[in-house]
């Protein structure tokens, strides 16, 4: 199998990763609206857990459309799906990491001063939540500027670069500040270990995704001042890609081991669902016995030029 060539495994694992992130995703925006759950602290993971629902639903199937489907008006139509493509994928990346940064902030605010925390009303969490959304419309609307030519491929890559650069920054500064304060005192309040043990997980959840998302941004960077590091193998592009869509995923994984509410919040929802699945069957016996007989990138001036048996390609 030509691993440097979009093929049915490469299908396979995009489409297995996209349908992984929507029921993980899923799952944790149940979970965390549950009455138990429904803190406003965890407002934020919901705003952070329909981001990466939305890199499930569009930007993975459009990434996948753009390689598999080879029609005419697709050809016709390329720019406009590479267009949609690059909007959805940065709205949905930046949103997670701005919200990062916003978790961030508000665990300062809850370990620094948490008295006034505490006290913090609705319209705080709203204006928290909103915040992320709006700044992410406001950077992937020089991606439909650069489609009409109004800036340069060089001026939007400052924009990401800031863009990405700046609010990690801030989170990084921010879990600073919260692991000296925690490391100056005793914790001998519930909510004080509480809210300790929870920014410990954002913390994770942050290292995370830097871990995941720096390759692909750094082959952004290096493809953008180095002409000849483009001739790469598609399948390191792939691989890469492949690893920044399962960020999307593996939030509802450290929720699960991090979080014991949300745990036993998930283990109750599957006992359910295996309930309902059992009454349903035993409530139409006859129909039981009846039936026994008888589912690239930030922008799209990046190209890559790929190694292959064949002549040299561009790939976007």
Known sequence: MNFNRWNTFWTVCYGVMAFIIIVGNTVSISVLLKRRLRKRPRFLLISLAMADLLVGLFAIPIYIILFTVKTSWLMQTSWLMLLIYDCVDMLTGLSSVFTLAVISLERLH???????????????YIVAIATPWILSLMVTSTRVLQAFFIITAKQILIVIVFSLSLPLLISCFAYYIIWKKQASRIQNDFQARSDAKLSKTLLLITAVFVLSWLPFQILVLVFHVCISCRRVPIFVVFVIKLLQYGN?????????????????????MLRSCKCNLKANRFSHPLASHNSSVTLVSFTSSLYLHTVSDGPVQDIQ
Do not use: E, G
């Open 110 to 124: 809850a370990i620094v001063r948490p008295l006034r925390h505490r006290q913090l009303n609705i319209r705080y």
């Open 248 to 268: 999307s995923f593996i939030n509802f994984v450290i929720y699960c081991l991090r979080m014991r509410d949300y745990r036993t919040a998930v283990s109750q």
